[in-house]
């Protein structure tokens, strides 16, 4: 029995490696992640059990988020006219029911090996950074033009995806930061790894995972203070670090100006008269809401949220950049641009709900690891801004990490 266990234990740990490891390679081979998924599956239906899977199932409530999250997408195909779009949303979620359901029932390897995961995943993330920065600099060399270095076109690993790019960054950089606090070994190498994402992060300009860094940093540092002595010398240190990046930030002209067109648009969204434009989020949330409020209890279903948003934009007089010239909003086809809005639209108001309860839940349980807290910080503030579960990188990082952050174990 306790043979089986290892063999279970090590076929368990190869899928999640998988995992990680196709996270890195989706765009250009997609059998690590599938095959991943895959295997985690076998390994849940051969250790068998299955009482006990359910029943740890059940005392885990946001195990039941995620399968009443994906059920109220289930059940909106009902209604929702274009089932096309619908079938083909509810198939990119489907990891949002699986890995919840496979890893939150079974517990078959050490929050040890659980560490290696991430450690596996932030040396992914910084060699992804330096491939970046190397093709950019190769297409420097032929175009001699910047901006290879800037934003959407700096991702080439994933390619055109900045705000995802970001947000696998962002927390592989807190990764990084818990590996030199709680671990002596290969900290100057860390170091260096950690410089490539800041720089990489700077350079991709994700206004809300810039701002998610700087939030959840705070944070948890004051909360680590509270229960560690801090010396006046990593006093110096993190204010010197954070007076760099703030000056980095502020007169490098390229993030310079996306810092300016966020006070444009809060200022828009507060009400300010205005005629620059600069983004669309102000004209699309203000559509949403009002989409919601006449469908509020069962939204649009799956399939038909975004297209009704566009038809309502059409209403909408602002016309914006699309690569070659200015064009009507609803002429972009976008999305809702906030996770929570289009899931509203999308399966009403108890889909809101529940991925509310997913985002606010971990804050309200005692002795929650702190890179599990860390992940849904950044990952609330990252959905308030963009659709993060419209794409398969955005669905499953947040369907893998989430259960098996949860299921960390607080160390010292």
Known sequence: MQNNQIKSSKFYLLAC???????????????????????????????????????NLITQPVAIGFFLFYLTHLLSIIYTQNLDAGWSDLQLKITLLLLPLFMMSTHLFSSQKKMTLLQLFAVLMIIMSVADIAMSLSDYIITENSNVFYYKQLPHILSSKPHYVAWYYSFAMFIVMYQIIAEKKHRALWFV?????VGSLILLSSRAYVLAFF????????????????????????????????????????????????????????????????????YLWDYAVDLIAERPL????????????????????????????????????????????????????????????????????????????????LTLIGFLTESMLERQAGVVLFAFMYPLLAGLKRTS
Request: glycine content about 8%.
């Open 17 to 55: 490696t998988s995992i990680v490891v196709g996270l890195f390679m989706q765009d250009f081979f997609k059998v690590p992640l599938t095959g991943g998924v895959i295997l985690i599956g076998l390994s849940w239906i051969f250790t068998f059990r299955f009482k006990d899977k359910i029943q």
């Open 193 to 197: 790894g950690f410089g490539l994402l």
């Open 215 to 282: 939030i959840v940093f705070i944070v948890s540092f004051l909360a680590w203070v509270m229960t560690n002595k801090v010396t006046k010398s990593l006093w110096m240190k993190l204010l010197i670090g954070l007076v760099c990046l703030v000056t980095i930030l502020f007169f490098n002209p390229k993030t310079n100006s996306r810092i300016n067109d966020t006070i444009v648009e809060i200022q828009k969204f507060m009400g300010a008269d205005t005629h620059r434009q600069t983004n669309p989020r102000v």
């Open 298 to 377: 069962l939204g649009y279903g799956v399939g038909d949220a975004k297209d009704e948003l566009n038809n309502a934009l059409k209403n909408c007089d602002a016309k914006f950049w699309d690569g070659e010239k200015n064009v009507p909003i609803h002429a972009k086809n976008l999305n809702f641009h906030n996770q929570f809005l289009q899931t509203w639209a999308e399966v009403g108001i108890l889909g809101f709900l529940l991925l509310a309860f997913l985002m606010i839940q971990p804050f309200f349980l005692k002795n929650q690891h702190p890179l599990f807290l860390i992940f849904v910080g």
